[in-house]
């Protein structure tokens, strides 16, 4: 039970985190902010997006040092 | 739902789901060739009832139980996880920093694996059985994660399985006339349509759970699609911009294989 309940945890953890905890620290930041502005109007509705691309830009940018440095991951 | 929303819904889930089923494709037929196509096809199958008996047993409760904006924030940041893990991949793939998926090479690599004496093969093969099974398994999670995602958020978990179901029709369809071919469908193009409408609607989904209001409503959603497909686009051709002198990526290609799984999150 304790090994399966193991193996359903770490199975879990690959599956959301996976190689990218950095990605999923920057998920869990855009939804602590869509809460912090929800009630500021046109901002959320413009910072929301903008968190999203340079989240996108940095993943790539660390996934292109990551190849560079020969881990293919 | 209004008709544009309705097609990037169909679109996201169907495009999934297409992806997964060739990477599960490929595990399933090179199992029936080296372990014989009984135990290939029935490791699949079972694998398919049970993804849909999970689809029911966990989609079902959460449409009636979980109230709407906490359904919404929860998927929302999922997706969004998931589309921006599969987006970076894409981009990196599309801009020369990563090998491609090569279906063909994992193809080879499994048979190579797998292969066995046909004379000296079980009346009841439980490896093509179980190679088969976890294959399809393991890649159909992201398919039911993707249908409860969607078909929950809009109340439309029928719709949604059933555009993940014509996926998996129209891949095996496909399948069975390419053969092994599989290294012909535009896996990379496709993950970035996908990528990108999954980091849509988990962008809005996360927003109007958390109370974001968007100007025009759902009418945001196909701007947020054209905003995140624009900076896809621009961030492949920067990134090209730095390929080393050395040219694209090559090397062994990325085995989506679960059988071979070093992926994590999104192949």
């Known amino acids: ?73 | 739902m209004s008709p544009s929303t309705t097609a990037f819904f169909v679109l996201a889930v169907f495009g999934t789901s297409a992806v997964e089923m060739v990477e599960a494709l490929t595990i399933v037929l090179a199992a029936g060739v080296t372990r014989g196509w009984r135990p290939a096809i029935e490791g699949a199958s079972a694998a398919v009832a049970l993804l849909a008996v999970a689809v029911v047993l966990v989609g079902e409760p959460l449409v009636h139980d979980v109230p709407i904006d906490v359904l919404r924030v929860v998927v929302g940041a999922v997706l969004l996880n998931l589309g921006l893990a599969w987006l970076q991949k894409a981009v990196l793939r599309a801009s020369g920093h990563k090998a491609r998926h090569d279906e063909d090479a994992i193809f080879a690599e499994e048979t190579a694996r797998l292969r066995v004496d046909p004379a000296a093969r079980p009346r009841h093969d439980v490896v093509g059985f179980s190679v088969a099974f976890k294959g399809v398994l393991l890649e159909g999670v992201e398919v039911v994660l993707v249908v409860i995602g969607f078909g929950t958020s809009y109340h439309r978990l029928g719709l949604a399985a059933a555009v993940a179901g014509a996926a998996a029709v129209v891949v095996a369809v496909a399948g069975a006339l390419v053969a092994r071919q599989l290294s012909n469908v535009p896996e990379n193009t496709i993950k970035l349509t996908v990528g990108v409408m999954l980091v849509s609607f988990g962008t809005f989904w996360v927003g109007e759970g958390a109370g974001v209001r968007w100007p025009g409503s759902d009418a945001a959603l196909p701007l947020l699609v054209g905003v995140f497909a624009a900076a896809a686009l621009v961030l492949s051709v920067w990134m090209r911009s730095l390929l080393p002198s050395g040219g694209p990526a090559r090397g062994r290609p990325v085995a989506g294989s679960p059988a071979t799984a070093e992926e994590g999150v999104g192949a």
Do not use: C, D, Q
Not at chain 1, 10 to 27: D, H
Not at chain 1, 28 to 42: D, E, Q, T
Not at chain 1, 48 to 57: N, R
């Open chain 1, 1 to 73: 039970m304790k090994r399966a309940l193991y193996a359903a945890g770490r199975g879990l953890w690959e599956f959301v985190v996976g190689e990218s905890p950095a990605t999923f620290v920057a998920t869990l930041v855009i939804v602590g902010l869509a809460f912090a502005l929800g009630g500021h109007g046109w901002v959320a509705a413009v910072v929301l997006p903008l968190l999203v691309i340079v989240t996108l830009a940095g993943g790539v940018y660390l996934g292109r040092r990551r190849t560079a440095e020969g881990n293919p991951g």
